[in-house]
């Protein structure tokens, strides 16, 4: 059996194993068992990420560039942003169907939503998916308004979630299910299962059940510098980062010392709200492996955890003003303190939490740099007879889906696959470094790129390529050793001129290859997404207005030329 969990923008540090405070036992045992990956890299924002991830595909390649909330107009027509997984790439879930296993989705899927598009429709036999970007923990609505309603689906059909609804347990809830639904009956042999679990956690709103919150009330107190210096400090301790690993101070983290004590207390608990989901998730998880245990299916299931971006830094960074509670108050959700994190309230972190989450890296979701893309991998399972390491390979997100197929003994699709062509899948098995037989499957001069929205990025060997846009960024490419600099803090282009060139050319080539397109000009990722709503969800009603507008104009134009002619 393979269980593949993916928490939906966890940062760096924010697992025990990798350096957090945050209590995570079920996941650290699985990293005490098996291999921590400390070098791998994923997409900075979702979609892209999920598209790879089950393909093994270049994310444009894929259809997905961009979550398509985000997708400019000018971009749409060309197939690398239809922001939807494409009918050109195999998920690993239809090859392992195929092969004769079972396959389960519960959780978010947000690669499409028409009949085609969703998971039911992609090799997963039993599934119970949220379809959107995301969606409140608590009750079934959106958790912004680009979307009229939460959109649920259960084997391609449109649910309505329970009254005790809370999304990390019913997810859990649903998979064991799935997982009993197909159990044996007498002596007929059991057909191995692939799970995937995507949870909600810990994307905004950020929510979790009391006693979990209660177990952090006070932690963050000293703030978010401290927060990130002290997960720092354990990273290098438990050999997650080098030794002495620098960081840079982001310019986006407000000065905690200026807050008044008020304001101390209430960023501390929004905080304290985000550790409880994310030790929330991690019991819940443990609820499934105990599960797995009881039936006996522990010893023969592996586990793969990973996230599908970095920490999330959006939302209202100064979330008790005034004016962030009229705007959550006119999406029905509250912002006080004694009830943060509970149903009817919302909750993010904010740029200033969100780097120290991905301690100690520079960036976070949405942006290029190390602390949007590097995050947890860990790698278990006892089928896998390995001894437990840390290994600081590189790794890419497309690296996953063959290193399933590999586990499960299934071969990737040819040129052809079910009748029509496909992309070929891309990415590296990573057996070779899971079972100490190799110390890298990417070798030195293999060149992998990425593209977001204007932003750009080429790995090859130790080092990283990268443009970040503004006004976060400077728009400015940069080059960096990422094994020996994870923190990006010393630029090496006036350095090292000549890689800086080969490799500037190598990005070029990707683009060209890849069917990237740069975004328009002043192009501001929160702003498309308004204006992509308005589009999308009111484009009937803004042309009722404008006819009605029109018919108004005529009539009143009409009338002046009445009453003129009846003056005359």
Same mark, same amino acid.
């Not at 070098?39 to 979550?67: E, F, Q």
């Not at 027509?77 to 009918?87: F, R, T």
């Not at 904010?350 to 602390?371: D, M, Q, R, T, W």
């Given at each position: ?9 966890? *940062? ?182 692939? &799970? ?144 943060? *994190? ?75 696959? &079910? ?50 846009? *503004? ?98």
């Amino acid at each position: 059996n393979i269980v593949l969990i993916l928490a939906d923008d966890l *940062g760096f540090s924010d697992l025990g194993s990798y350096g957090s405070e945050i209590t995570t036992p079920t996941i650290d045992a699985l990293a005490d068992e098996g291999v921590r990956f400390t070098n791998y890299h994923t997409a900075a924002n979702c979609a892209p990420a999920r598209a790879m991830l089950l393909t093994g595909v270049s994310s444009h390649r894929a259809g997905v560039a961009n979550i398509p909330e985000m997708i400019a107009p000018e971009q749409r027509h060309e197939p690398a942003y239809q922001g939807v997984l494409g009918d050109n790439v195999v998920t690993v879930a239809t090859l392992l169907e195929d092969a004769g296993y079972n396959t389960y989705l519960s959780g978010k899927w947000h690669l499409g939503q028409s009949k085609g598009k969703l998971p039911s429709r992609r090799g997963f036999q039993r599934t119970v998916v949220m379809a959107d970007s995301g969606a409140d923990n608590w009750e079934q609505k959106p958790y912004i308004p680009i979307y009229e309603i939460a959109n649920w689906y259960s084997n391609g059909e449109r649910i309505e979630l329970p009254e005790n609804f809370y999304s990390s347990e019913f997810l859990v809830d649903r998979m064991i299910e799935f997982i009993q639904a197909d159990a044996p009956q007498g002596n007929v042999p059991r057909q191995p299962f692939f &799970a995937y679990l995507p949870f909600q956690a810990v994307h905004i709103p950020v929510q979790a059940p009391q006693e979990f919150i209660d177990r952090y009330e006070g932690r963050y107190l000293e703030g978010w510098k401290t927060l990130r210096e002290e997960r720092r400090q354990r990273a290098i301790e438990l050999g997650i980062v080098p030794p002495d690993a620098p960081m840079v101070d982001m310019h986006t983290t407000r000065d905690w010392d200026a807050l008044s004590d008020e304001d101390k207390k209430f960023e501390a608990k929004r905080m304290a709200v985000y550790a409880a989901m994310v030790e929330a998730m991690d019991y819940h998880l443990g609820r499934l492996i105990e599960h797995l245990k009881r039936t006996g299916e522990f010893d023969n299931t592996i586990f793969i955890f990973t996230s599908d971006n970095g920490s999330e830094p959006s939302g209202p960074d100064v979330l008790n003003s005034a004016q962030a509670r009229f705007q959550l108050g006119r999406q029905g959700y509250t912002a006080d303190y004694e009830t943060l *994190g509970l149903k009817g309230s919302f909750v993010n972190l904010g740029p200033s939490f969100a780097s120290a989450s991905a301690s100690p890296l520079a960036y976070y979701k949405f942006y290029v740099g190390e602390g949007g893309l590097r995050v947890p991998l860990i790698i278990s399972g006892k089928p896998l007879s390995v001894s437990p390491e840390i290994t600081e390979g590189f790794a890419y997100v497309k690296d996953i889906a063959p290193t399933i197929l590999a586990m499960a003994g299934v071969a990737p699709p040819g040129a052809r696959y &079910a009748g029509k062509p496909v992309e070929p899948i891309t990415g590296q098995s990573l057996m070779p470094l899971i079972t100490g037989q190799a110390k890298a499957v990417h070798a030195d001069d293999d060149a992998i790129g990425y593209e977001l929205a204007g932003q750009g990025v080429l790995f090859q060997g130790d080092y990283k390529l990268l443009k970040i846009r *503004g006004p976060v960024g400077d728009d400015t490419w940069h080059l960096y050793d990422i094994v020996r600099d994870p923190g990006e803090t010393r630029d090496l282009k006036t350095e090292e001129p000549a890689r800086f060139q080969a490799m500037l050319s190598l990005y070029e080539r990707f683009e060209q290859e890849n069917g990237v397109l740069q975004p328009p000009e002043g192009y501001d990722h929160i702003r498309q997404v308004a204006l992509n709503t308005l589009h999308d969800r009111f484009r009937g009603e803004l042309l009722v207005a404008i006819l009605l507008a029109i018919v108004l104009l005529l009539f009143v134009l009409f009338s002046r030329h009445n009453r003129k002619g009846v003056s005359k």
